[in-house]
């Protein structure tokens, strides 16, 4: 299957193509350029407007006193659920400490103790204080500065900015070859044109305006993972959908992007209550507030819906230094109209990262010959059911180094593409609220049979709304469409509750279920999924 767009205008090449301008894609194109290969970079609005730049946690690694990768390892594998791959476990936390200091060298400067050294917090999940921070709760935008910096200093990197990549491109033996792409802008390169490379790395981040409610970027509409889904690669876990259990609760008819307040707040002591002031996680989970994330959703979820209320309280009023603290997440309450100094703030649950995405390899391959993914768009398997704290923002550092090495290593020469035979399809922007609606009604923190099968038949409807009119717009709910899909399906077939993946008509887990869900779509728009044993 492949998107309707009109006949390519221009063309551009690189040796390499990457998508996306979060830590995962910029992490791999300066890597990509000390092997001296060129890069064309692109990004859907401006270079600084993903995903990464709105991370207010941090990065997690074993760098303080007496923390080791084991350690992290064994934490990692525990929010995990029991379906983390082991391998890719191991690549993340011992290959992490170096990609931190690497990414310090780049010009990346976190946030120091009174003694000079790093200074190192705790997130829920994990039992050692191994986080780093920038700017208290603006890790993602000082990691994104840094990044951006030794980016734009390179002549051998090229950006196009507010362009989305539409479809691949294949040749006659099947290799990726390059992507078509949508230009918003003046001269040569406006609408559509083609891009020419030897390989293509997708680091689109996420998806989480599948949901009504979000904490990603409008931009985070799951493109590469459809791009991929469209060219015939397969997809892995993406039933599981992480919810931020405190995203800043200002009224259910508000949608799109929600303030988050980060757990570094539960961190500094903040507290969980209900409206009668009860602290409802105490004897939930050994680590309380500071239980991993699936947990305090669905138990705030559970409050939520026993009492009929929208929101609960997280009380963070013994912290006095609030406002150095977390100047961030300080603004948006004062906006909201909320002192956190003297008032509780009101929290539920929100989308906020898909622990699957295309499945790939530990050098970030996919099932495509020339195809790559990296990041939040990658299921790498180190995430298993439910991604532990800060292990996003690592995860673009360390696979992006392996990506771009194997390509160094491994690239092929420029094939041509092929004349594609793949069935067009559109549908209208028109369903877009409708969608969301359905998918956070439906499959959001808790999910049973009914209430998927009935988002399914949903989206079977909508997918009548189609449209003859290509534009961003209609793409990007397109996109949205094919992801609703492809999460409602596998959380259909997994009859089980595990990590971030919550079924009422199923609550327990099953030794039945430690599988990996795989889909693929093929050209003629039909869906195929196997179970593949997970390697503990």
């Known amino acids: 299957m492949k998107l309707l767009a009109g006949n390519p205008g221009w063309t551009v090449s690189a040796d390499v193509i990457v998508i996306g301008s979060g830590v995962a894609g910029l992490t791999t194109a300066l890597n990509l350029r000390a092997s001296n290969l060129s890069v064309l970079l692109v990004t859907k609005a401006r270079i600084d407007e993903g995903s990464t730049k709105w991370a207010q946690g941090g990065i997690a690694a074993a760098l303080g006193p007496g923390d080791t990768p084991e350690q992290h390892k064994k934490d990692t594998l525990i929010a995990g659920a029991g379906l983390c791959d082991i391998d890719a476990v191991d690549v993340l936390v011992t290959e992490g400490p ?33 986080i780093l921070h920038a700017g ?20 051998g990197i090229e950006v196009i900015e507010n362009a989305l990549a539409i ?57 590469g993972v459809a791009l991929a889904l469209r060219a015939g690669a397969e997809i892995a876990d993406v039933e599981f959908i992480q919810f931020h259990p405190t995203v800043l609760w200002r009224d259910d008819s508000l949608s799109g992007q929600q303030p988050l307040i980060s757990e570094a707040v539960r961190g500094e002591g903040a507290e969980l209550v209900n409206d009668k002031g009860v602290r409802f996680m105490k004897g939930k989970h050994p680590q309380g507030d500071l239980a991993p994330r699936d947990i305090v959703a669905i138990e705030i979820f559970k409050q939520m819906k026993e009492r009929n209320s929208p929101h609960v309280w997280l009380d963070a009023t013994m912290i006095k230094d609030f406002p150095e603290r977390f100047p961030t997440i300080f603004a948006s309450c004062n906006e909201n109209g909320i ?28 099932s495509i010959p020339g195809l ?17 704290a800060s292990n996003s923002l690592l995860e673009g550092l360390v696979f992006g180094t392996r990506i771009s090495a194997d390509i160094a290593k491994n690239i092929a020469p420029q094939s041509q593409p092929s004349q594609s035979t793949s069935k067009e399809f559109l549908i209208s922007p028109a369903i877009k609220m409708t969608l969301q609606l359905a998918m956070s009604q439906g499959a959001g923190v808790m999910r049973n049979e009914q ?46 509750s595990r990590g971030s993946h919550w079924r009422s008509d199923f609550p327990d887990s099953s030794n039945e279920w430690v599988k990996r869900i795989v889909q693929s779509y093929d050209q003629n728009g039909k869906w195929s999924s196997k179970l593949e044993e997970v390697k503990l």
């Not at 939040?376 to 180190?382: I, L, Q, S, V, W």
């Open 98 to 130: 170096e990609a931190v200091r690497k990414l310090i060298a780049r010009g990346a400067v976190f946030d120091k103790s009174e003694t000079g050294e790093i200074a190192l917090t705790r997130e829920g999940g994990h039992l050692r204080n191994r």
């Open 339 to 366: 002192d956190p100094r003297k008032q509780m703030i009101p929290v539920s649950p929100a989308s906020h990262y898909s622990s699957g995405g295309v499945k790939v390899d530990l050098a970030g391959r996919t």
């Open 167 to 223: 479809d691949v491109l294949k040749s006659d033996a099947g290799r990726v070859c390059g992507v078509t792409l949508h230009v918003i802008g003046k001269g040569s390169r406006d609408g559509v044109g083609r891009a020419l490379a030897r390989a293509v790395v997708i680091a689109t981040g996420g998806l989480g305006q599948v949901y009504s409610q979000t904490t990603n970027p409008s931009v985070s509409t799951g493109d």
């Open 372 to 388: 790559y993914a990296c990041g939040e768009t990658a299921c790498t398997g180190a995430h298993g059911a439910n991604r532990l």
């Open 451 to 496: 209430s998927l099968r009935e988002t399914l038949t949903t989206l079977e409807q909508l997918a009548a709304h189609t449209s003859t009119e290509p534009c961003i717009e209609a793409w990007e709910v397109s996109n949205l469409y094919l992801l609703a899909t492809a999460i409602v399906k596998a959380a259909l077939l997994r009859c089980e």
């Open 136 to 155: 208290g709760d603006a890790t993602g935008a000082e990691v994104s500065r840094a990044l951006l910096a030794a980016v734009n200093g390179d002549d």
